[in-house]
């Protein structure tokens, strides 16, 4: 069992990944899985499936493969704060509330505990269960709601303003979706996603297979 | 140089992201930069941006640095088509109208050609100067406006569908947004991500921090 060591940050992207897929599976009541299976879903190799769940101290049965229920248990004591965290989204224009949509109720043990706008028709509704403040309001919320991590999704002009702030009121992690990416100290968790990239990518591979040799 | 050769993923995903801060240091007039400087703004090694930079056959001068004009070119010769990609976004929620929004104006060589949805109220209306058709006209349009990357932002429920359909339609990459990976044939280049991974790593590693030992 290693279970409390550290694991590296593209094990637990494919821990998350794997419950992802074992929760639409059990959602289709199915109640066992092969490794080979899990690979299929994810593109990936069965060998990279079995290694990771090895590492997180699970084995299945030869003949039955694993328990998908029991797996899912496991994977959210490896990833899951037992005590859950708190989440707040920073700029509710179409990706903010997109994002409020998505997290809602996916997972008990990260709550969108407030959300921050400085359109004053946003401020004070609900959004997907999530109330809405004026941005001023920032640290106050932040540490009434005790929220460990923030998710920005402001205009890029509003980005390092926004960042310093989350990182004075003590922010533990940041999730940066904004096109400009930012500084924080070494204490704070960031994670940076840019649409761009993604799309870059994509158009790169499509365009090389598209001429020949 | 090797310009010809196809660049692994993260290498293209690392280009396009120098791009993304060197445009951005274009953007405050700055006109040169060193490996060191673009790898603090990345959070990434000062070597590994040399090695990136060398591989795409550039050097910059000891004294100056990169030209980032050049540098901003030269990235653009080896990542982008040169007679550009037409993109479609399916499913305009408020994730697919971020996405129209994010992405207007941004990279002359993607271009949103189309976006599709099977609300009347948003059919034959214009998003970001992006055109919105019902969901059945899919095929006629992909085809009529040459689309080659799918960009899938429809509810989990739909996914499947739409993704076969895209599939059938010829198009010749995926970016999938929604939270159900899909099976697509080799022929066609798959790129999925999902929020809650990203969101359950920094959770993750948040966890950990605030953990003695």
């Known amino acids: 069992m290693k279970r409390n060591n550290k694991l590296p940050g593209k094990t637990i992207e494919r821990l998350s990944q794997y419950r992802r897929s074992l929760l639409l599976c059990l959602a289709q009541e199915k109640t066992h899985i092969f490794s080979h299976e899990i690979a299929a879903l994810l593109h990936i190799t069965p060998v990279q499936v079995r290694r990771d769940i090895m590492l997180i101290g699970y084995t299945g049965t030869l003949r039955q493969g694993y328990d998908i229920r029991e797996l899912i248990d496991l994977i959210g004591e490896i990833i899951d704060s037992q005590d859950g965290l708190n989440v707040a989204v920073i700029g509710l224009g179409n990706l903010g509330r997109a994002i409020l949509t998505y997290l809602s109720g996916k997972r008990t043990k990260l709550r969108i505990a407030a959300a921050f706008d ?96």
Request: some cysteine; overall charge negative; aromatic content about 8%.
């Open 118 to 213: 400085i359109n004053p028709e946003k401020v004070d509704k609900v959004y997907g269960g999530v109330p809405c403040y004026p941005l001023d309001r920032l640290q106050e919320i932040l540490e009434k709601e005790e929220v460990s991590i923030g998710i920005l999704t402001v205009p890029a002009t509003e980005t390092a303003g926004v960042a310093n702030t989350l990182v004075n009121c003590g922010i533990k992690g940041i999730l940066n979706y904004t096109p400009k990416p930012i500084n924080v100290p070494p204490h704070v968790y960031l994670q940076e996603y840019d649409m761009i990239t993604s799309l870059e990518k994509v158009a790169y591979f499509v365009k090389r297979n598209q001429q020949p040799g």
